[in-house]
């Protein structure tokens, strides 16, 4: 019988069955209603980077140099400012200094290829081009291998401020920018070995709360303040105010709690986790690791 039940990649909703037996798609498809759904240009651009990165991809090749067109570029240039001055406001120090420093501007999409080759020298990790969702545990062995799988297309023009699937402006304004902090790059690859390497369905789904809670919608206390750094926020202009709103309870990170919360990634998140720093985070991913008895290397 098909589970009805649907669980979240970094923010892709899933069907539960395709966790056991992943799709692996060799072309582009647009969900029915997806804005670009009638437009063929935009159809035909997709497709093109599609199979690009998807080479790219497999054959280990690194983030494509892209071209990218007056359109998509007039995209960025008119979402990534409105981010910008709520990220000014909202979002933590590290994450503020992490964009600067990978030179990350409203007027230029940047070359995913440069930012892997910073991370690279910085962290140790590394971007790996994705033409799309990947299937749950390629995405997962990519993370434990210190790669972080992104996309390199835009959204469609005619909703700028909407995606109904990760695109560059949420993978780069959201996740690129903490994968220069040491102690959540080492968060994250864990995250992915354990996924990897366990063979339990329950523990696949507690590591998965306790990414969604930080990496895709974690809060951090900085200077005694509420500070965000979750990708799923950062990349929203919706999302970033609405996380530190009254329509919105706050609880203390306490990761026996934070694997026991469901959550619904269709809906505004009303319910988020704050950490007290990123050493916090380390050090609690790693001891939820050993209480699972997951064997990492
Ligand atoms: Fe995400």
């Keep these: 019988m098909k589970e009805a039940k649907t669980i979240v990649e970094y923010g892709v909703e ?14 582009l ?6 804005p670009g759904e009638n437009d063929a240009e935009y159809i035909a651009r997709r497709k093109y980077l599609f199979d690009l990165t998807r080479k790219h991809r497999l054959e280990k090749l690194g983030p494509p140099i892209i071209e990218y ?40 999409i940047p070359q995913l290829r440069t930012i892997s080759e910073r991370l690279e020298r910085e962290t140790n990790m590394h971007l ?23 996309t390199q297309f835009l959204r469609h023009g005619s ?18 920018p ?14 992915g070995k354990a996924a990897s390497a366990t063979p339990h369905g329950d523990q696949v789904l507690a590591l998965k709360r306790y990414s969604w809670f930080s990496i895709e919608f974690g809060l951090i206390r900085e200077s005694a ?14 999302e970033i105010p609405f ?18 919360t469901d959550y619904d990634p269709s809906r505004m998140q009303d319910v988020l986790f704050i950490i007290p720093s990123f050493p916090f985070l380390r050090a609690e991913i790693e001891g939820l690791v050993r209480r699972f008895g997951i064997a990492v290397k």
């Design 14 to 27: 899933m069907d539960a069955g395709k966790m056991v037996a992943p799709d692996d798609t060799t072309e």
């Design 29 to 34: 498809t647009l969900d029915p209603g997806h």
């Design 69 to 108: 067109t007056p359109e998509e570029t007039r995209i960025w240039r008119e979402v990534s400012p409105k981010l910008h001055e709520l990220h000014e406001q909202y979002a933590c120090d590290m994450y503020l200094k992490a964009k600067k420093d990978l030179a990350i501007t409203d007027r230029q």
């Design 128 to 150: 790996v081009p994705a033409e799309g969702p990947l299937p749950y545990r390629t995405f997962y062995s990519y993370i434990a291998e210190r790669g972080f799988p992104v």
């Design 159 to 176: 909703h700028p401020e909407f995606t109904p699937e990760p695109d560059m402006i949420h993978d780069c304004l959201g996740h690129v």
């Design 178 to 191: 903490p994968l220069m902090n040491r102690d959540y790059a080492e968060v994250l690859t864990l995250i």
């Design 225 to 238: 303040e509420t500070k965000i750094f979750g990708a799923g926020i950062l990349s929203s202009t919706g």
């Design 243 to 260: 996380s530190l709103s009254a329509d919105v309870e706050r609880r203390p990170f306490v990761t026996e709690d934070v694997i026991a």
